[in-house]
Nanobody, 117 residues
Framework: VQLQASGGGLVQAGGSLRLSCTAS????????MGWSRQAPGRDREFIAG????????NYADAVKGRFTISRDNAKNLVYLQMNSLKPEDTAVYYC???????????WGQGTQVTVSS
C-alpha cells in the first residue's frame, strides 16, 4: 500500500493550497480517508476525515470553515483544499487510509506546508 501526498509548498497568510493524496495497493473505496498534520515540536493532530462513500466529513475545530476534504473514488484520490491559511497551519501534512473492521491503517509520507506571515 502506498499513499503519496503532494501539493504542499510556501504560501502567504490568507492564501490557499490544495493537497492531493494518491492511494495505490488497496481498494480505495473501502477506506475512510483522513488528513493529519504535525508541526515542529508538536504531536501529530487529526484535521479532516471523510467516509468511504464521501457522504460525510468531519474537521478539527482549528480548520473548520477553512479546509475542505473531498475524494474521487474513481481516481483513488483524496484532496484537502486549504483556504485562508494562517502561519499556525505550518506543518507536515499526512494522509491516511483507515479500515477499522480489518484494523488497517496506512499513512503516507507527508508534504510540507509553510505559511508565511
Amino acid at each position: 500500500v502506498q499513499l503519496q501526498a503532494s501539493g504542499g509548498g510556501l504560501v502567504q497568510a490568507g492564501g490557499s493550497l490544495r493537497l492531493s493524496c494518491t492511494a495505490s495497493g488497496l481498494t480505495f473505496s473501502n477506506y475512510a480517508m483522513g488528513w493529519s498534520r504535525q508541526a515542529p515540536g508538536r504531536d501529530r493532530e487529526f484535521i479532516a476525515g471523510i467516509i468511504k462513500g464521501g457522504g460525510s466529513t468531519n474537521y478539527a475545530d482549528a480548520v473548520k470553515g477553512r479546509f475542505t476534504i473531498s475524494r474521487d473514488n474513481a481516481k483513488n484520490l483524496v484532496y484537502l483544499q486549504m483556504n485562508s491559511l494562517k502561519p499556525e497551519d505550518t506543518a507536515v501534512y499526512y494522509c491516511n487510509a483507515n479500515y477499522p473492521l480489518l484494523r488497517r491503517n496506512y499513512w503516507g509520507q507527508g508534504t510540507q506546508v509553510t505559511v508565511s506571515s
